[in-house]
Nanobody, 115 residues
Framework: QVQLVESGGGLVQPGGSLRLSCAAS????????MHWYRQPPGKERERVAR????????NYADSVKGRFTISRDNAKNTVFLQMNSLKPEDTAVYYC????????WGQGTQVTVSS
């Protein structure tokens, strides 16, 4: 089954950290650029980070640069998002996304940053 399954979300205090995971199955994971997106409450979905197929190139939204790190393990078909120094404005549903001719979204995982 072709799918992306996110995990690792939750409630964290400002300044805290979370590590999101996205497990891929049903396709050749190592052939694809992967992305993390997020959708804050009442707002449009926005791209957070991108990683090349072999993990050598990464890009970040200005709002998360220096705090978030995207990485991947092609042997385990998984992409990660390490989130540090979290702020209340990072509260959102976080989605894993496979780009390409046949785009694919995960179901999302909720991240809430609140004291």
């Amino acid at each position: 089954q072709v799918q992306l399954v996110e995990s690792g979300g939750g409630l964290v205090q400002p300044g805290g950290s979370l590590r999101l995971s996205c497990a891929a199955s049903g396709f050749t994971f190592s052939a694809y650029i992967m992305h993390w997106y997020r959708q804050p409450p009442g707002k449009e979905r926005e791209r957070v980070a991108r990683i090349s197929s072999i993990g050598t190139e990464t890009n970040y939204a200005d709002s998360v640069k220096g705090r978030f790190t995207i990485s991947r393990d092609n042997a385990k078909n998984t992409v990660f998002l390490q989130m540090n120094s979290l702020k209340p404005e990072d509260t959102a549903v976080y989605y894993c996304y496979r780009a390409g001719a046949d785009p694919l979204w995960g179901q999302g995982t909720q991240v809430t940053v609140s004291s």
